[in-house]
């Protein structure tokens, strides 16, 4: 799809959510040096098995955007795992009937809506540092997309949904990722 083209280019040249998704598995997977919104030159998370899976994950459907994996709370620090991203109105459907049998927490905001709620997701010396539960909204994803892609790409994903998802046991990585993934293989079929 984008074979030989620059990294930026791709993203300039990218316009549909399938097309963002499989440039962001290639960025997270070290095939792509670029990411929109994202300011260091390679994917500076877990490398490995969690990129790995985000990578399948933007594969099956899911913009991912943000994401952390949990670790147990000591010291006053500790994370819960979370990702975020954009998907079509069917597979946000399909993951919040999926998840809602688990106690994962899954926050749906449809395209237009916005949120402005707080769920702290990581602590940092017994502070809250790291929240879930706001939305930028529409405009918000418009306005980024727009100034570091294009126009179409950003409508695109301004019709999408927008889902935060996270495990709200501080530590646990088992579950997330994985019933994620089988929500969006359940989404495709």
Same mark, same amino acid.
């Given at each position: 799809?984008?074979?030989?083209?620059?990294?930026?280019?791709?993203?300039?040249?990218?316009?549909?959510?399938?097309? @963002?998704?499989?440039?962001?598995?290639?960025?997270?997977?070290?095939?792509?040096?670029?990411?929109?919104?994202?300011?260091?030159?390679?994917? @500076?998370?877990?490398?490995?098995?969690?990129?790995?899976?985000?990578?399948?994950?933007?594969?099956?459907?899911?913009?991912?955007?943000?994401?952390?994996?949990?670790?147990?709370?000591?010291?006053?620090?500790?994370?819960?795992?979370?990702?975020?991203?954009?998907?079509?109105?069917?597979?946000?459907?399909?993951? #919040? @009937?999926?998840?809602?049998?688990?106690?994962?927490?899954?926050?749906?905001?449809?395209?237009?809506?916005?949120? #402005?709620?707080?769920?702290?997701?990581?602590?940092?010396?017994?502070?809250?540092?790291?929240?879930?539960?706001?939305?930028?909204?529409?405009?918000?994803?418009?306005?980024?997309?727009?100034?570091?892609?294009?126009?179409?790409?950003?409508?695109?994903?301004?019709?999408?949904?927008?889902?935060?998802?996270?495990?709200?046991?501080?530590?646990?990585?088992?579950?997330?990722?994985?019933?994620?993934?089988?929500?969006?293989?359940?989404?495709? #079929?």
């Amino acid at each position: 799809m984008f074979e030989g083209v620059p990294d930026e280019d791709a993203w300039r040249n990218c316009t549909t959510l399938e097309g @963002a998704c499989e440039l962001t598995a290639r960025w997270l997977e070290g095939s792509l040096s670029y990411v929109p919104g994202y300011t260091a030159p390679q994917y @500076a998370g877990e490398n490995g098995p969690l990129s790995e899976a985000l990578a399948a994950i933007n594969r099956l459907g899911f913009l991912t955007d943000d994401s952390q994996p949990g670790k147990d709370v000591s010291g006053g620090n500790g994370q819960r795992a979370f990702v975020t991203g954009r998907c079509t109105e069917q597979a946000a459907a399909v993951i #919040s @009937a999926v998840l809602v049998e688990t106690d994962l927490v899954v926050l749906v905001f449809p395209p237009g809506e916005g949120g #402005s709620g707080q769920i702290c997701v990581t602590l940092d010396g017994e502070r809250e540092f790291t929240w879930l539960g706001g939305s930028g909204g529409p405009s918000y994803a418009h306005e980024t997309y727009t100034d570091w892609t294009n126009e179409t790409l950003a409508k695109a994903l301004k019709e999408c949904w927008e889902l935060q998802i996270f495990d709200p046991v501080w530590g646990r990585n088992a579950k997330l990722i994985p019933l994620l993934q089988k929500a969006l293989i359940t989404a495709k #079929s």
